[in-house]
T-cell receptor
Framework: SQTIHQWPATLVQPVGSPLSLECTVE??????LYWYRQAAGRGLQLLFY??????ISSEVPQNLSASRPQDRQFILSSKKLLLSDSGFYLC??????????????FGEGSWLTVV | ELKVEQNPLFLSMQEGKNYTIYCNYS?????LYWYRQDPGKSLESLFV?????AVKQEGRLMASLDTKARLSTLHITAAVHDLSATYFC???????????FGSGTRLLVRP
């Protein structure tokens, strides 16, 4: 069966520090991969999605970046965090590149507090 | 710009009662998704609706899709406390790989 792992689960980072969140999917190949952010008490905002290695689409301008160095690995990074980057970050995947009605499955999430 | 609007945003209801959550969206789409989120947790997939007129039911929850009206509903029958959570609808714009989420409906079921 397919599983998605996301880490770290929680982190507290000072303003201006770098960030790296990592996500891996097991038990499937060629997945679509996504990074979403959820501010406290709010809905989900799509940050990045990827349909293949090295293929990253950015949805909103920000100081975050994403990379997909391997088929089932998706990394969210920042060189210098802002207070506004605080939130709940969710990695997600869907079974194949066509997507075509397959549901998107979410990881357990990473709580980021920027202080 | 694609908009996905849910209402109500907050719903407090008594156990045993029925209610409906509405999800309106502003673009053409044949695919509509419902998720549940418990406090502090990730999202759990509830339903995937893939065509006009689609209806799916699981336990006390039933979801439907009207693509012509750009409307989906999530109906709760005889609510129980365990249904307390935040419910999100999400739309997949045509020919895209991504889901756009509504703001969520926070449901509280009171004894």
């Amino acid at each position: 069966s397919q599983t998605i792992h996301q880490w770290p689960a929680t982190l507290v980072q000072p303003v201006g520090s770098p960030l790296s969140l990592e996500c891996t999917v097991e038990g499937t190949s060629n997945p679509n991969l996504y990074w979403y952010r959820q501010a406290a008490g709010r809905g989900l905002q799509l940050l990045f999605y990827s349909v293949g290695i090295g293929q990253i689409s950015s949805e909103v301008p920000q100081n975050l970046s994403a990379s997909r160095p391997q088929d089932r690995q998706f990394i969210l990074s920042s060189k210098k965090l802002l207070l506004s980057d605080s939130g709940f970050y969710l990695c997600a995947w869907s079974p194949d590149r066509s997507h075509s009605g397959n549901t998107i499955y979410f990881g357990e999430g990473s709580w980021l507090t920027v202080v | 710009e694609l908009k996905v609007e849910q209402n109500p945003l907050f719903l407090s209801m008594q156990e045993g009662k029925n209610y409906t959550i509405y999800c309106n969206y502003s673009t053409t789409s044949d695919r509509l998704y419902w998720y549940r989120q418990d406090p502090g947790k990730s999202l759990e997939s509830l339903f995937v609706l893939l065509s006009n007129g689609a209806v799916k039911q699981e336990g006390r929850l039933m979801a439907s899709l009207d693509t012509k009206a750009r409307l989906s509903t999530l109906h709760i029958t005889a609510a129980v406390h365990d249904l307390s959570a935040t419910y999100f609808c999400a739309v997949e714009p045509d020919s895209s790989y991504k889901l756009i989420f509504g703001s969520g409906t926070r449901l509280l079921v009171r004894p």
